[in-house]
């Protein structure tokens, strides 16, 4: 992929641990300049060690409003320019009590709300009046999932999860439609099941790892690793994409295409 990303300022928002560090190796491997945003610090400060005045980090929330603007702001003051906006934050809401709706509490389905849509929106519109006031395009990036479209009612049952995640896609496609004459690119990737921490519960069963195996029967039938969402960012965030806007790719697999077998 040569230098696809040569001198592009990007900030990855959930970029210290799974998919969003994977993807900040990757996106410095083909010369981008980086803000990483995370909860915690993660493996993102040895990668900043590696990395000197290429990588940036700060350690935030990405449900407060103030976040994804500052991050935007030290993308400005560190390296001069802003060019995209990657958004993985996000997770399971399990912890909160998000499952079959009808045992679902209205908490819990205002915390997964909170975590996996309202922090997007928060960073989406950070970045698009960014893009806006610097009189340039720019491409942002969101992560929904294959859930969203394509339930598993035996082994995923979020209700609250794969409503946020079907309204990242609507929120993408009426956005994409929008700032399209500003030249702004807003898409989006839909991943299968990826090990990652936020998989640890599925990963731990037996019973789901196996499902997997015939829901997501590409190279063999495995469960996806971080590193295979890394090309499709890439694409979406370099000049490549310069003329796609309002899509939504799914790397499962085969996850959306497979009848998976219990």
């Known amino acids: 992929m040569g230098y696809w990303l040569k001198?592009?300022?990007?900030?990855?928002?959930?970029?210290?641990?799974?998919?969003?560090?994977?993807?900040?190796?990757?996106?410095?491997?083909?010369?981008?300049?980086?803000i990483l945003v995370g909860m915690d610090e993660g493996e993102s400060g040895s990668l900043a060690h590696?990395?000197?005045?290429?990588?940036?980090?700060?350690?935030?929330d990405a449900r407060q409003e103030e976040t994804a603007s500052q991050a935007i702001e030290m993308c400005l003051q560190k390296f001069g320019s802003f060019d995209g906006l990657y958004h993985i934050a996000g997770g399971s809401g399990?912890?909160?009590?998000?499952?079959?709706?009808?045992?679902?509490?209205?908490?819990?389905?205002?915390?997964?709300?909170?975590?996996?849509?309202?922090s997007l929106m928060l960073s989406n519109r950070a970045a698009v009046r960014s893009f806006m006031e610097l009189g340039k395009g720019g491409s942002i990036l969101n992560l929904t999932t294959a859930?969203?479209?394509?339930?598993?009612?035996?082994?995923f049952t979020t209700h609250a999860y794969a409503a946020a995640k079907?309204?990242?896609?609507?929120?993408?496609?009426?956005?994409?439609?929008?700032y399209a004459p500003f030249n702004?690119?807003?898409?989006?990737?839909?991943?299968?099941?990826?090990?990652?921490?936020?998989?640890?519960?599925?990963?731990?069963d037996e019973a789901i790892v196996s499902y997997v195996r015939s829901k997501q029967p590409l190279d063999g039938g495995r469960p996806?690793?971080?590193?295979?969402?890394?090309?499709?960012?890439?694409?979406?965030?370099?000049?490549?994409?310069r003329f796609t806007t309002g899509q939504i790719m799914a790397v499962d697999g085969g996850w959306g295409v497979s009848e998976g077998k219990l």
């Open 7 to 34: 001198s592009k300022c990007i900030v990855i928002i959930g970029g210290t641990t799974g998919i969003g560090i994977s993807a900040a190796k990757a996106f410095l491997q083909v010369g981008a300049n980086l």
């Open 50 to 60: 590696g990395w000197q005045k290429k990588v940036f980090v700060r350690t935030a």
């Open 94 to 118: 399990r912890k909160f009590g998000d499952g079959p709706l009808h045992e679902m509490s209205k908490e819990a389905w205002d915390q997964t709300f909170n975590l996996n849509l309202s």
């Open 147 to 155: 859930l969203a479209y394509s339930p598993s009612p035996h082994y």
């Open 166 to 178: 079907s309204a990242v896609i609507g929120l993408v496609k009426s956005t994409a439609a929008y």
């Open 184 to 204: 702004i690119r807003i898409n989006a990737l839909a991943p299968g099941l990826i090990e990652t921490p936020m998989s640890q519960r599925a990963m731990g």
């Open 224 to 241: 996806g690793r971080p590193d295979d969402l890394d090309g499709a960012a890439i694409y979406f965030m370099s000049d490549a994409s």
